[in-house]
Each structure stands twice: as C-alpha cells, then as structure tokens.
C-alpha cells in the first residue's frame, strides 16, 4: 500500500478514444504530480498541482488534460491519443513543493494506445 | 537544460557484496537529492534522500554527496538478490520550475546468488 492508488492499472485505447486515469492519495499532501515513464528514457514530468493549482504544465500537448478538484484527487483525461503516447503514466504526492519535500508514487495505469 | 546522468548499467554483484551507484547533475543550484528504487513492473520507492555535503546512513543503505563535484552515490552493503533493481537518482532544485525533480534514466542492478 503506497499511499497512492491509481486506476485503472492497465489501460488499452484507440486513438480515437476517450478515457481518464484517477489518482487519489491518503497521505494528506497538498501537492500532486503526473509523470510518463516511457522504456529507456527518465521519467519526464508533465503537471504539477499545489493546493489544486497547476503550477506546471511541462510543454504537454493539449491530448492531455489535467484536472484536480481538491488536493486528494487528480485526473489525467486522455483524447485522441497518438502510438506514442503509449507508456507508464505515474501519479505522485508531496506534502508541498519544498525542496526538502521527496515524492511520494502510485503504481501507475500501463497505457497502450493501438 | 537540467541533466541527470546515471550509467544505465547492468551492474552485477555478488551477494554480500557492496554495490555503489553512481549519479552525476548537471544545475550547480541543486539543492535535494533523491534516491528510489523501481523494481520491474512497479512504481518508483523512495530509499533515501540527502542535502548536506557527506555521507548519510540508513540502515544498509549509505547517500554521499559532492557538491563541488556534482556527484551523489548510493553504496548498498552487504547486498541481497531482493536488492535487484533499477536505481533512480533525482534531484531538485529552489522553488516554482527548479523545485521539480530531474530524474536520471536509473541504473540497473543485478545481484547474484
């Protein structure tokens, strides 16, 4: 049990599709996060959430959209995806955004995008 | 642009013995260094994390860090084949963009029974 629940584990979709990974966190941290983990490349962050305000979108095309209702939950919709997209996809917690604050992660949803 | 640089390995060890991960950045203004452990099919677990200059303990777990020298290691002593794993090394910077963690491509550890 890591804190971090995400859903679904696995995800299979067309690229016309449209779905959503969820991320809840029970740790009572005010910062979440979404990463992609793709084979043979560092994980690369895509947004960053503080007290429900993004406060990064790391140059993410617009097929991802985030969404974060309170500080426990955040979403991932996904449209209109392309073969490439195809990845682990990680949620993460912090307390805040300090710098001595480490990142707490979920199991991930296993994206393949056919 | 921030690097992080981890050799990708694999690096095989006999059990017992000490296994010494290495990680070298790039921003001079990094502050927070950190350690995770991600075993195949699973999510990245934090180990260890470190600040200050030296070495810092936990268990069979040993963080060094140079910052002159931009360089963070990991010893594990006294290793397991549960150790065998991809070591993540990440590194973060002072608040709004730099506070982001950089994350390393992780080193991949073997260890032999």
């Known amino acids: 049990e890591t804190g971090v629940t995400q859903t679904p584990r696995h995800l299979v979709m067309g690229m016309t599709n449209k779905k959503s990974l969820k991320c809840e966190q029970h740790?009572?941290?005010?910062?979440m996060y979404w990463y992609k983990q793709s084979a043979k490349k560092p994980l690369e962050l895509m947004f960053v959430?503080?007290?429900?305000?993004?406060?990064e979108n790391n140059s993410v095309p617009s097929r991802f959209s985030p969404e974060c209702p309170n500080s426990s939950h955040l979403f991932l919709h996904l449209h209109t995806l392309q073969p490439e997209d195809s990845a682990l996809y990680l949620c993460?917690?912090?307390?805040?955004?300090?710098?001595?604050?480490?990142?707490?992660f979920g199991d991930g949803t296993r994206l393949s995008i056919l | 642009q921030k690097e992080v640089e981890q050799n990708s390995g694999p690096l095989s060890v006999p059990e017992g013995a000490i296994a010494s991960l290495n990680c070298t950045y790039s921003d001079r203004g990094s502050q927070s260094f950190f350690w995770y452990r991600q075993y195949s099919g699973k999510s990245p677990e934090l180990i260890m994390f470190i600040y200050s200059n030296g070495d810092k303990e936990d268990g069979r777990f040993t963080a060094q860090l140079n910052k002159a020298s931009q360089y963070v290691s990991l010893l594990i002593r006294d290793s397991q084949p549960s150790d065998s794993a991809t070591y993540l090394c990440?590194?973060?910077?002072?608040?709004?963009?730099?506070?982001?963690?950089?994350f390393g491509k992780g080193t991949k550890l073997s260890v032999k029974p």
């Open positions: 740790l009572g941290h005010n910062a």
């Open positions: 993460a917690s912090s307390q805040d955004l300090g710098t001595d604050q480490p990142q707490h």
């Open positions: 959430y503080n007290f429900k305000e993004q406060t």
């Open positions: 990440a590194v973060k910077g002072y608040g709004g963009s730099q506070g982001n963690l950089i």
